[in-house]
């Protein structure tokens, strides 16, 4: 009988979840490993070798890890339902204009909900990935995630969509660890190859990181069914034409296609037309923004304005701001203007290092 009882961890086939399930095994967890196939590389149009979470070659990592540390391990199939919601979400978000955000919906609404699943069959009371985060229980009850201890590598951006009942199960084992230390960790396993293994910050399903390539695979004939438009300035003005709406997003610079002797940007994106917007950099800026499909972790309403860090993308270092729940959204007002709110990005809020929630911009 193990001291700490079953777990079943998420395992990539990368340094993280590696180390992260050697940690709970030797920590006294009887480990099960699941190695999750999100998606096909064949059907995304990709022109490289296959490479990230699931690859043959990260799913062979996997299992070779479990074997070699006696613990089994599991191949789980899930790509028709990550296809059906975070692919269809993905490609229908560009074609409303917006920017998704397909990691937070994968583990909101595939990744945890697979895991526990799976555990429940196996008679695991919890699971575990190797995201760069913390969990703990606030005195009012609810588990709360909190800032990994790399700031460089902290993940809490993309768990915000994690339910409360979810949360009650969840192990985040890396997240009192640096990533250097990680590594380090790795090599004192004898696992080189490993720790010296490179990362992937691009989607896992949109091959060579071009989206605008995975649309085209996507959507059948979207060039012509959607069509050249006009970029037009802020008073109406026309100052050239753009490939399609899909193609461009908020405070897009780099790859207009236009000169207009100054920098401009792309400050709003309107489908119904086909028009993208151009302007000034200082049109970016936004003293206040709405927040839909909210769900809060560290309290469970925000009736009255709270002080909190709000961040509106990943690497985004926040922006003191008042958050207030209004008609079913979350109002928030900053103290000074941001630049780039992009409607279908997250909005994350933080008191501390406590998450507080998130939702997506509108």
């Not at 979470?53 to 540390?69: E, F, G, H, Q, T």
């Not at 993905?90 to 555990?119: M, Q, S």
């Not at 990680?182 to 071009?210: H, T, W």
Request: net charge negative; proline share 3%; glycine share 10%.
């Amino acid at each position: 009988m193990s001291k700490h009882g079953r777990i079943l961890v998420a395992m990539s086939g990368g340094v993280d979840s590696s180390v992260a399930s050697v940690m709970l095994h030797e920590q006294g967890y009887e480990v099960i490993g699941l190695t999750m196939k999100t998606w096909d590389y064949a059907s995304s149009g990709g022109s490289s070798k296959e490479t990230g979470c699931c690859s043959l070659d990260s799913i062979n990592d996997a299992r070779a890890l479990a074997v070699n540390y006696g613990f089994p391990h599991y191949i789980l199939d899930i790509r028709d339902e990550f296809g059906d919601f975070v692919i269809d979400n993905f490609v229908d978000e560009y074609l409303a204009g917006r920017t998704p955000n397909p990691c937070v919906l994968c583990n909101t609404h595939i990744k945890w909900e697979a895991l526990l699943k799976r555990a429940d069959k196996l008679d695991c009371e919890f699971i575990a990935t190797g995201h760069y985060a913390n969990i703990y229980q606030h005195d009012n009850g609810r588990y709360v995630i909190s800032k990994g201890k790399d700031e460089h590598k902290d993940q809490s951006y993309v768990l915000w969509g994690v339910s409360q009942r979810n949360l009650a199960r969840t192990k985040f084992p890396l997240g009192s660890f640096t990533k250097k230390e990680i590594r380090q960790m790795a090599l004192e396993m004898g696992q080189m190859e490993l720790a010296n293994k490179s990362e992937s910050y691009e989607i896992c399903f949109v091959p060579d990181n071009d989206y605008r390539s995975f649309l085209r695979h996507k959507v059948e004939d979207i060039d012509e069914k959607i069509g050249k438009g006009n970029f037009i300035l802020r008073d109406g003005t026309v100052v050239g034409q753009h490939q399609g709406y899909p193609y461009y997003t908020i405070g897009q610079r780099k790859g207009l296609g236009i000169a207009l002797g100054r920098p401009v940007f792309v400050t709003s994106i309107l489908p119904e037309s086909n028009t993208v917007m151009l302007g000034d950099e200082s049109e970016l800026e936004k003293g206040s923004a709405h927040v839909k499909n909210i769900n809060l972790i560290k309290y469970e309403h925000i009736h009255e304005p709270l002080e909190a860090v709000t961040k509106i993308r990943y690497k985004d270092a926040g922006m003191e701001s008042h958050i207030v729940e209004e008609d079913g959204m979350m109002k928030v007002d900053f103290q000074h203007k941001v630049k780039g709110i992009a409607p279908g990005q997250s909005a994350v809020f933080y008191e501390g290092n406590d998450l507080l929630g998130g939702g997506f911009l509108m």
